[in-house]
């Protein structure tokens, strides 16, 4: 699985934690947000949610591990694009839920309320571990697997109706937004990587036409 780490301003001293809680799963892992380094552009949760919902549609990640201090701003954030299946998780019971019940695609992690002195490197490293098992989509308890599978099937359908595509959000957001996340250390590249398709197309032209 290509798993794309995005962090924000507010918890980019938590990147290494997410990293390294995600050592040894045989994942391929992005770092493609904040990573706590010296003159490092700023990301508010707004750019990182962009970011996230832009390389899910692009299919250039298969999931999103994101989050903010408390994780809800990032999560309400990502909601508001297409494509994409966020849940908040504080706890391994909820990661490991989410991922048979709900199945989604990205996951918003509470980085500095609650985190601690000590013991929060270890509750990201066991979400994380409940979160990516063999066993996504299966139903929890096993007797809802149908039910949950239906209404995840339809939630995915009332997503894409709720929402205005992927392309035309790009042209209707704020610039400022748009282009601070865009410029992003690592992004132009990852954008290069994704499959090509018109929201690609669309992305790469913006680049060329402001000069990135």
């Avoid at 980019?12 to 990293?19: E, F, G, I, T, Y």
């Avoid at 149908?146 to 359908?157: F, G, I, P, S, Y």
Wanted: contains cysteine.
């Amino acid at each position: 699985m290509r798993i794309a780490v995005i962090n924000e301003g507010s918890t980019k001293h938590r990147n290494r934690d997410v990293l390294k809680a995600l050592e040894g799963m045989g994942h391929e892992v992005w770092n493609l947000g904040m990573k706590d380094q010296e003159g490092e552009p700023d990301l508010s949760y707004l750019e990182t949610a962009f970011l996230s919902a832009l390389m899910l549609n692009l299919g250039a990640v298969d999931f999103v591990v994101g989050g903010c201090g408390t994780g809800q701003g990032y999560m309400n954030a990502v909601l508001q694009f297409p494509g994409t299946a966020c849940g908040l998780l504080m706890d391994p019971t909820e990661a490991f839920l989410f991922s048979q019940v709900n199945a989604g695609n990205c996951v918003s992690l509470p980085l500095n309320k609650g985190y601690g002195g000590i013991g929060g490197d270890i509750n990201v490293k066991y979400i994380l571990e409940k979160l990516f098992n063999d066993t996504c989509g299966q139903g929890y308890p096993k007797h809802r697997r149908e039910v949950q599978v239906n209404a995840r099937k339809k939630l995915e359908k009332l997503s894409l109706k709720a929402h205005r595509p992927m392309e035309e959000i790009m042209e209707l957001m704020d610039e400022d937004t748009r282009l601070k996340a865009l410029d992003f250390p690592g992004i132009r590249e990852a954008v290069s990587r994704a499959p090509e398709s018109s929201l690609k197309q669309q992305v790469m032209r913006i680049y060329t036409e402001k000069g990135r």
